[in-house]
């Protein structure tokens, strides 16, 4: 069951070596994903994206502040039932596509049967139903790809946190698979927090977008994307929210500088 996603004043610092005042990589980081929505977390490289990601993944603590899933209910959780797909593949070699994909099942005790029926039919929603005893040397990146989001998937998660995924791929085939995890999310209503630095990639996905300053990060702006799907790139609307972004990011640069921590 897809939950909503909600980060209350994140801060996160490192402690200086030989004497050296903390790294102060998040300060107050304050946003929420509204279940079943995208939202796109854009900012600079270096500016503490994926070490939120981590936070909000269980991966390491924050200093202060909370992440909390809320669910349809109305109840609030600690931090769980979070999945997670990484900027670089991490298929295992030595398991088939269908095997990969039947991971998350296997940690969560899932009986054989049935790992094996959600495992087979995510590849024929993603297209990899021909492979599915193949290695995963033996695909396209953008095949592997698929299997790594179907791996992430299959345990329903109640948000999908996403590092920047198709940072890797040429042009078209990462288009491709933004149009494909449109198709997905909009016949499984998940929860997806995407991050990236591309300001076209988080229009044509986002519902939201929310831009983070270079560190020490804080939220700048949160952007709607109030822009009917399926969504045209050249959309002059659509330009118009990526110009608000950059605009945005180059704000956030410009009052770091001129105003450094």
């Not at 490289?45 to 209910?73: D, F």
């Not at 070699?93 to 899932?110: A, C």
Request: charged share 25%; with cysteine; hydrophobic share 40%.
């Amino acid at each position: 069951m897809a939950a909503s996603l909600i980060i209350r004043g994140v801060c996160k610092s490192y402690h200086g070596k030989d004497g050296a005042p903390p790294l102060v990589v998040l300060e107050g980081v304050d946003f929420t994903v509204p279940e079943g929505s995208i939202v796109s977390l854009v900012g600079l490289n270096g500016s503490g994206k994926t070490t939120l990601l981590r936070i909000i993944a269980g991966l390491e603590p924050p200093s202060r502040g909370a992440v909390e899933l809320c669910y349809a209910e109305g109840n609030s959780a600690p931090c769980h039932g979070i999945g997670m797909v990484f900027q670089e593949v991490s298929l295992l070699p030595w398991r088939t596509v269908r095997e990969n994909i039947e991971i998350g099942l296997e940690f969560l005790g899932r009986s054989a049967p049935e790992r094996r029926a959600v495992a087979l039919e995510l590849m024929e929603i993603f297209g990899l139903a021909e492979y599915e005893n193949k290695y995963p040397k033996e695909l396209s990146g953008g095949m592997r790809q698929k299997a790594a989001i179907a791996r992430t998937l299959a345990p329903r998660p109640g948000v999908v946190l996403m590092d920047e995924p198709f940072s890797a791929l040429d042009c078209q085939t990462r288009n491709k698979l933004q149009s494909f995890l449109l198709d997905v999310w909009s016949t499984r209503g998940d929860t997806i927090l995407f991050v990236t630095h591309n300001g076209e990639e988080a229009v044509f996905l986002s519902d939201q977008i929310v831009v983070i300053s270079p560190k020490p990060s804080r939220v700048v702006e949160v952007i709607p994307v109030n822009i009917p799907r399926p969504r045209d790139r050249t959309d002059p609307a659509c330009n118009a929210i990526r110009r608000r972004v950059l605009d945005c990011l180059s704000r956030s640069t410009a009052a770091k500088h001129e105003h450094p921590a």
